[in-house]
């Protein structure tokens, strides 16, 4: 193993990590603010629009990212869209990852007993009172785990960004290998990249299930 190469390369994956972090972070916060919308649209079965949500869900999910990223990097330009090499990895991000997190944010809302629901209609809460009060914290504590282990899954989707000439972790260790030949340096500085950044999603994600679902537990013994 040659220490130097990996002391020499490192400023060079912390850079990569910084450019691959930003655009995950991005893209995961964008897919689960849509996911949400179109999870309340599959829900409330809002005519034309729920026809067009399932048809968009069933496509992104099953449409591997790379030929996503193709299509909007190669494809586009030719109908005169050109979009950067960014754009193009946070809007493809987003594409994959709002069908997963609508289904996500799905199956929580429909956890949710429908009691509680009526019993908040009695009450006199608005529609977004009831959302916001009984609806979503009942529905993300069910969703959680589903909706962590995308996130993860998304991250991990980064890795296809260099397809599309993005200076990310896994366009920077084929550069280097390419280069200096050092293949297993390369890599393991890769793999630690990838593990110092999905390690600590994992662990927060763990600590947020186990939060909502112990104040869940509190107000329900209230």
Known sequence: MNRDFLVAMLPHYVEAAKLTLTIGLIGVAASALVGFILALIRVEKIPVLNGLAKAYIE???????????????????????????????????????????AESFRSGIEAVDKRQIEAAMAIGLTKGQRIRYVVLPQALAVAMPSIGANTIFLLKETSVFSAVALADLMYVAKDLIGLYYETDEALLLLVMSYLIILVPVALIFSLLERRMRRGIGTSALA
Do not use: D, H, W
């Open 59 to 101: 496509i992104s999910r099953n449409t591997p990212l790379l030929i996503q990223l193709f299509f909007l990097y190669f494809g586009l330009p030719k109908i005169g869209i050109v979009l950067s090499s960014e754009a193009c990895a946070v809007a493809g991000l987003i594409f994959l990852g709002a069908s997963y997190m």
